[in-house]
């Protein structure tokens, strides 16, 4: 493979991981400025730009998703304060490993909505671990509460990636 090539490919691999990042982006400003509905607890989101990270998992790499994750953290950062980019950083690394090990997954397939489910899950125990070291022990005491959250939130953003995957993929910057 010649330096062009390479350089060719480095370029469009960088090119696709800002797209992605940009899509993340714009998908948490989006979540943020939604307000808290009367019956959602305090807290919770949809994780809207996590379809953009199972996005870069699936076409990207690993690497792509967790450049993703430090860029959503810093959104939070910006937005919302030091305590917000802990949260956004832990549970976006956490999720995102875990969304990692379950799409490559040799012996067992969860499908996108056990991958989903599995990240959100993972993305709260980040959380409530950075949550302990501001609080005490009794914060893991919203974990039931949370795993509930997990299977409603990762099925809506799994289905919502299974739905636009085809179509984005097909966009020329996709195509390789």
Not at 44 to 58: C, D, H, Q, R, V
Not at 84 to 101: C, E, P, Q, R, Y
Not at 122 to 147: E, R, W
Request: hydrophobic content about 55%; aromatic content about 12%.
């Amino acid at each position: 493979m010649s330096n062009k090539t390479v350089s060719k490919n480095y370029t469009t691999f960088m090119t696709q991981t800002a797209l992605i990042a940009s899509a993340a982006l714009i998908l948490a400003y989006l979540e943020m400025l939604l307000p808290d509905l009367p019956f959602v607890l305090p807290g919770m989101k949809l994780g809207l730009s996590n379809i953009a990270t199972m996005f870069a998992l699936e076409v990207l790499s690993l690497p792509s998703a967790l450049f993703i994750c430090l860029c959503k953290a810093m959104l939070a950062l910006i937005m919302r304060g030091f305590t917000a980019f802990l949260m956004s950083l832990s549970g976006g690394i956490f999720s995102t490993v875990v969304m990692f090990v379950l799409l490559r997954g040799k012996r067992i397939k969860f499908g996108y909505i056990g991958v989903g489910i599995g990240g959100a899950l993972f993305h709260n125990i980040g959380q409530l671990m950075i949550a302990y070291f501001f609080t005490d022990k009794s914060i893991f005491a919203y974990l039931p509460v949370l795993c509930l959250s997990s299977i409603i939130t990762g099925t809506v953003t799994a289905l919502t990636l299974f739905i636009l995957l085809p179509n984005i993929i097909k966009m020329p910057v996709f195509k390789n």
